[in-house]
């Protein structure tokens, strides 16, 4: 019950006279399951900050490539610590690895990027 200047009175409920829609009319095709499942493998490996910022460094690097020795020292972790983030992001297929004598070189997988940002981009 409200009350409004010391007097009681019911709040008066209106019928609805259109029917009301409660589910919008999709817009494009929504993932399936596996599609999901893949989604969520690649953006767990996005979802750490010095992933990200390995990523990013590659991706400004000349020719969208970088040796891991360039690599260490901006994110300020150990190689060790490196070379696992770089593992990981290898296996979710977002660089790829060659040797130049000692040195390893990560590269940014052209279009590896395409999937993550088709679903996050309205269309």
């Known amino acids: 019950m409200l009350t409004y200047a010391g007097h009681m009175s019911t709040p008066t409920l209106l019928p609805l006279t259109e029917n009301v829609v409660c589910r919008a009319p999709l817009t494009r095709q929504p993932l399936d399951a596996g599609q999901a499942v893949d989604l969520a493998r690649l953006l767990k490996a996005l979802a750490d900050p010095a992933r990200l910022r390995l ?49 390893a070189y990560y590269a940014l997988v052209p279009g590896a990027l395409d999937s993550v940002a088709t679903v996050l981009v309205t269309a």
């Open 55 to 103: 990523l990013s460094i590659v991706a400004a690097s000349e020719g969208q490539q970088a040796c891991v020795c360039d690599l260490t020292e901006p994110v300020g972790l150990s190689q060790p610590t490196i070379s696992h983030h770089l593992k990981v992001l290898m296996e979710a297929g977002f660089l790829s690895r060659s040797k130049r004598g000692t040195w």
